[in-house]
């Protein structure tokens, strides 16, 4: 049991990669689709709590974009600070605002935006987003094809501060890429994705994961989803562990609740999206939970073998000087050892949140 919990770590985190790596060898070079004549009436959507020290940059930067027939709607969910009074003082027939009393928490606010607009194309991003000046052709551009439904486009994180998350997340972008080119893309980037306003399902109330469960539910549904790397956003990683730390428990929360609410993604019938979905973000989801079995495991063998207490004792240090290089900011592969475990150890907290009941109310603004 000890190594097969380890193995299955092994294979989500190192095997499944390579794996994938060689299959999508095989799969054909998709050609980027031209710019139609025509672009589609699209509508923006934000959500924004309390986003006073950044909302008015995004709102400049999509004005500022180049695209023909744009809206741009936003939700502001009850902000305590200056958001509505900035969001106010905007005037643009571009810009539509919904002010929403009390705090209700994102998926609510999405429910209401997309209900509120007929545009055909929905583009979804975050408040603290900023987009490339040809994003959303990049983006738009593919829906021409009936069979695609999603479009998921590339997040890119600006500043590092004492914060591995943008070595994790380059490695996160290799995956989606790969999972793309053999038709098995899981979810999307919340800061920059398009849909197919028709194939939108209300979320149900206080899901937190919204950008994972909306392009799931697409793929699930039968529609493709695709990923453009040159539709391009950019946003700002979070200064430290810490904050990341924090963020980590929400996401984690959410990933258990996506694991509730999108059961027929474990289905064979899904073919490779199946695949893709327990090798990628299942085994991920329950890593903490695999190492938890594995570190009991090697303690209780450890009482009766000499090996086993050397390997646990080995195993010890070298979490140890991992969380020290976090903190030192030296020894970049423990640093990064470091950064995975305090992942992982999110991951568990946001297991707790998720069986103690996720808030279906309010939601906190992150910096990512």
């Known amino acids: 049991m000890l190594w097969f919990c380890l193995l299955l770590v092994v294979y989500s985190y190192l095997?499944?990669?390579?794996?994938?790596?060689?299959?999508?060898?095989?799969?054909?070079?998709?050609?980027?689709?031209?710019?139609?004549?025509?672009?589609?009436?699209?509508?923006?959507?934000?959500?924004?709590?309390?986003?006073?020290?950044?909302?008015?940059?995004?709102?400049?930067?999509?004005?500022?974009?180049?695209?023909?027939?744009?809206?741009?709607?936003?939700?502001?969910?009850?902000s305590s600070d200056e958001t509505t009074n900035i969001l106010k003082s905007i005037a643009n027939d571009q810009l539509r605002c919904e002010f929403f009393p009390s705090n209700r928490g994102k998926s609510a606010v999405l429910n209401d935006l997309v209900a509120s607009t007929d545009s055909e194309v929905l583009v979804f991003t975050d408040a603290n987003t900023k987009f490339h000046d040809d994003a959303l052709v990049h983006l738009v551009r593919h829906l021409e094809d009936s069979t695609i439904g999603a479009v998921c486009g590339e997040l890119q994180l600006e500043g590092t501060g004492s914060n591995q998350d943008d070595a994790?997340?380059?490695?996160?972008?290799?995956?989606?890429?790969?999972?793309?080119?053999?038709?098995?893309?899981?979810?999307?980037?919340?800061?920059?994705?398009?849909?197919?306003?028709?194939?939108?399902?209300?979320?149900?109330?206080?899901?937190?994961?919204?950008?994972?469960?909306?392009?799931?539910?697409?793929?699930?549904?039968?529609?493709?989803?695709?990923?453009?790397?040159?539709?391009?956003?950019?946003?700002?990683?979070?200064?430290?562990?810490?904050?990341?730390?924090?963020?980590?428990?929400?996401?984690?929360?959410?990933?258990?609740?996506?694991?509730?609410?999108l059961p027929n993604a474990l289905s064979p019938r899904q073919g490779v999206l199946a695949f893709s979905y327990i090798s990628h973000k299942v085994l991920r989801w329950f890593t903490p939970?695999?190492?938890?079995?594995?570190?009991?495991?090697?303690?209780?063998?450890?009482?009766?073998?000499?090996?086993?207490?050397?390997?646990?004792?080995?195993?010890?240090?070298?979490?140890?000087?991992?969380?020290?290089?976090?903190?030192?900011?030296?020894?970049?592969?423990?640093?990064?050892?470091?950064?995975?475990l305090s992942m992982n150890i999110a991951l568990m907290h946001g297991f707790v949140v998720f069986l103690r009941g996720v808030d279906s109310g309010g939601w906190k603004s992150t910096e990512r």
């Open 15 to 78: 095997l499944y990669p390579l794996l994938l790596w060689v299959i999508s060898g095989w799969a054909p070079r998709p050609e980027a689709p031209p710019t139609p004549d025509v672009l589609p009436r699209i509508a923006v959507l934000i959500a924004a709590y309390n986003e006073a020290d950044c909302i008015r940059a995004r709102i400049d930067n999509l004005l500022s974009l180049n695209y023909p027939a744009l809206q741009i709607v936003v939700g502001d969910d009850g």
């Open 168 to 261: 994790y997340w380059r490695y996160e972008q290799f995956l989606k890429k790969k999972e793309a080119k053999i038709g098995a893309l899981l979810g999307a980037n919340g800061g920059i994705y398009a849909i197919r306003r028709a194939l939108y399902e209300a979320l149900p109330d206080g899901t937190i994961n919204d950008d994972f469960t909306v392009v799931m539910k697409i793929a699930l549904g039968g529609a493709k989803v695709v990923y453009d790397e040159t539709a391009i956003g950019y946003e700002t990683v979070p200064p430290s562990v810490q904050d990341e730390y924090r963020r980590r428990i929400r996401i984690g929360a959410g990933n258990y609740q996506s694991f509730v609410l």
């Open 289 to 340: 939970h695999l190492l938890l079995v594995a570190g009991c495991m090697s303690f209780m063998l450890a009482l009766n073998s000499t090996l086993y207490t050397i390997i646990c004792a080995g195993a010890a240090l070298v979490c140890l000087l991992s969380f020290a290089a976090v903190q030192l900011q030296r020894w970049r592969i423990l640093r990064l050892l470091g950064f995975w």
